[in-house]
């Protein structure tokens, strides 16, 4: 089954860029398959953020979609996320995942990042 | 957008017990696009149960999804002492394309 790592800077300064990656593992990132992005603030639900195919097609929720950007290295059998002038509010763990029959079917552990001076 | 409300907020029960969560939709949700996820302390969320009552691979058979209406809910039979976590509802839309209910905090 396929595995996701996700890694990338724990610290970020306010409005900095975000930049984190998912490598994929046990699968390609070029099989017929999206991915996504979700976070999750520090004690709160999940909120999902974008998702991309391997033609590099992305799908974005719109509350977030003027400060995010998400690519595919196909080389590199992983994908990124990219976000702007963060906030404190962007604070929390992010999750990269597998995209199954309309559900999110497989994911990372996940990668904390602080927003912080 | 689809607003889906969980309740209760947090379910107090005892390994044994039968768990009963809802999830109820603002307005009509496919019964393909609604999926289930456990997040125990500390872990990622697991997909538990999609298309409403799909159990994902290795999910115990206590688990198990149904629908009436707009009220989705997941029964958990008989519960195990590794059961107690968070449970979410997902449902698959057109924007954003994946929203998730507030969560069911199920505790013993």
């Known amino acids: 089954q396929v595995q996701l790592q996700e890694s990338g800077p724990g610290l970020v300064k306010p409005s900095e860029t975000l930049s984190l990656t998912c490598a994929v593992s046990?699968?390609?990132?070029?099989?017929?398959?999206?991915w996504s992005w979700v976070r999750q603030p520090p004690g709160k639900g999940l909120e999902w953020i974008g998702e991309?195919?391997?033609?590099?097609?992305?799908t974005y929720n719109p509350s977030l979609k003027s400060r995010v950007t998400i690519s595919v290295d196909k080389s590199k059998n992983q994908f990124s996320l990219k976000m702007n002038s963060v906030t404190a509010a962007d604070t929390a763990i992010y999750y990269c995942?597998?995209?199954?029959?309309?559900?999110?079917?497989?994911w990372g552990t996940g990668a904390t990042v602080t927003v912080s001076s | 957008e689809i607003v889906l409300t969980q309740s209760p907020g947090t379910l107090s029960l005892s390994p044994g017990e039968r768990a009963t969560l809802s999830c109820r939709a603002s307005?009509?949700?496919?019964?393909?696009?609604l999926a289930w996820y456990q997040q125990k302390s500390g872990q990622a969320p697991r997909l538990l149960i999609y298309?409403?009552?799909n159990r994902a691979t290795d999910i115990p058979d206590r688990f198990s999804g149904s629908r009436s209406g707009t009220d989705f809910t997941l029964t958990i039979s008989r519960l195990e002492p590794e059961d107690f976590a968070v449970y979410y509802c997902?449902?698959?839309?057109?924007?954003?394309?994946?929203?998730f209910g507030q969560g069911t905090n199920l505790e013993v």
């Open positions: 991309i195919y391997h033609s590099g097609s992305a």
């Open positions: 298309d409403t009552s």
């Open positions: 046990g699968g390609s990132i070029s099989s017929d398959n999206w």
């Open positions: 995942t597998s995209n199954g029959w309309y559900c999110l079917d497989v």
């Open positions: 307005q009509s949700v496919s019964t393909t696009y």
């Open positions: 997902q449902q698959y839309g057109t924007s954003p394309l994946y929203t």
